[in-house]
């Protein structure tokens, strides 16, 4: 079995994840793609939203929405204590499949992530234990909002997007998606929810239909 991991807030999942982690199964032939929900990343500060379980809650809805048994979610990095080190999620996932996989797993990550890659805790020995997949990205679709709506990047992390990602020095070997990522945020999701702005078809519907059930980010503060 060949399968892919997908970190991230999901502060919510949004169809640009779902998209890109049908597109990395399609254009890279993998038979599964594990969306792992974080806990306390050591790189940004998640802002105000759903609380880790209720994130965790919004990926295994989509997953279990989806009969084609191509995603799934695992709530490691949730559950364990302290900073999600991506590190650890890696030995994780290759002790929990042990016998199963065919290969490495494949580790997707955006360009903005990427081009910060070597400030990552243990990033030599994340290549030994991961097949990198790196995904074009673009702010297009960013937006400025306020403190409780962007992420705040931690000790010499820089913003999103503040770094360029360049292919031609990034020193790790890596599988580059053709496609990018549909540039949707979950930043400007969380601001039109809490603006009580038009966002359903920005989500899948059992992530639509549980932020509404659960009334999450509705009452954000905008200021």
């Known amino acids: 079995m060949k399968i892919a991991i997908l970190g991230g807030s999901f502060n919510p999942l949004h169809i640009g994840h779902a998209m890109l982690a049908e597109s ?19 790189h940004k500060q998640i802002m105000e939203g759903a609380n880790p379980e209720q994130r965790l809650e ?14 799934d979610v695992d709530d490691c990095e949730i559950r364990r204590e302290g900073l999600s080190y991506t590190c650890d999620t890696l030995a994780y996932i290759t002790e929990k499949y042990k016998g199963l996989l065919e290969q490495k797993p494949g580790l997707i990550m955006g360009e903005e992530i990427a081009c910060q890659f070597e400030k990552w805790k243990n990033p030599d020995q994340i290549v030994s234990m991961a097949d990198l997949i790196i995904v074009p990205r673009t702010a ?5 909002g306020s403190a409780n709506h962007n992420n705040i990047p931690i000790g010499n992390y820089d913003k999103d997007y503040q770094v360029k990602f360049d292919r031609e020095t990034f020193k790790y070997p890596y599988n580059f998606l ?9 930043t400007e999701i969380r601001r039109r929810i809490a603006e009580n702005r038009s ?11 549980y932020i509404e059930r659960k009334s999450i980010y509705k009452n954000d503060n905008l200021n």
């Open 24 to 42: 990395v199964i399609k254009e890279l032939s993998y038979d599964k793609v594990i969306f792992i929900p974080t806990g306390k990343p050591p």
């Open 58 to 71: 919004m990926v295994r809805a989509f997953c279990q929405s989806e009969k084609s048994g191509l995603f």
């Open 140 to 144: 297009d679709f960013q937006i400025s």
């Open 178 to 186: 053709k496609e990018g990522m549909i540039t949707i945020s979950s």
């Open 199 to 209: 966002y359903k078809y920005l989500v899948p519907q059992a992530v639509f239909d």
